[in-house]
């Protein structure tokens, strides 16, 4: 894949989250991928978007930078949300706030198989003790 | 620049840092850096780099993906040492903890001219936890 095709498909991945459009979900992640070193699967990275839907129901992801160097993505993720409950361990309690998310994607025949993921925590914690 | 030099420049800056060679640190990063957000410039690039290496005598960056798509490079640096206190608002007091840094560069004429870093915290509460 050329790294213009693959920033095409990155996006449509995203696009698919963004609609919920689980049904799609296949024809992006691998059924055997690994996220953060975990062999969650297809099955699993599913649970882990539809509970991550469920905690913060006005949850879009919007790509703030994007680097394809075939076969892997870095993507910087901007979430500006309102999660309900605790998120991260942080009792955010449906206030809003704005954090990035840098992650990194491995791809093999056009789909998802390994994730590694590090959400600006530190920054959720400063914005509620601001 | 190409590809592989952009990767060879960034190598060379993480061998820098490493040999903490601070004479050397304005080839690599520029005047005016940006750092998440902040314009701290090469002065305050380079002392907070020499405040990590305080409160992490054995602070050693090690490079475990590397995806260069000119003028970013996206890394992911992989870091197991002790820090000797406080890191990130964890006391950590001297614990030895293992844990990832995702991080965006944008390079202008071989030089950094911004930073989108993300630590892993939530990693390193866990391995306190357990």
Redesign the interface.
């Known amino acids: 894949m050329t790294?213009n095709l693959l920033g095409d498909t990155y996006r449509d991945y995203i696009a698919c989250l963004n609609q919920q459009d689980w049904a799609k979900l296949d024809y992006f992640v691998d059924h055997e991928v690994i996220h953060n070193g975990q062999p969650i699967g297809l099955r699993g990275y599913l649970e882990m978007l539809q509970g991550n839907y469920r905690e913060i129901p006005d949850l879009l992801f919007k790509i703030e930078?994007l680097?394809?160097?075939p076969p892997?993505?870095?993507s910087?993720l901007r979430f500006d949300c309102a999660p309900r409950g605790e998120f991260?361990?942080v009792a955010v309690n449906g206030r809003r706030v704005s954090f990035?998310?840098?992650?990194?994607y491995e791809f093999a025949e056009a789909k998802i198989v390994r994730v590694?993921?590090?959400?600006?925590?530190?920054a959720i914690?400063a914005q509620l003790a601001g």
Not at 100 to 104: G, P, Q, Y
């Open positions: 790294p930078l680097i394809c160097d892997r993505v870095a910087r991260l361990g990035a998310e840098n992650v990194f590694w993921s590090v959400i600006d925590k530190a914690e």
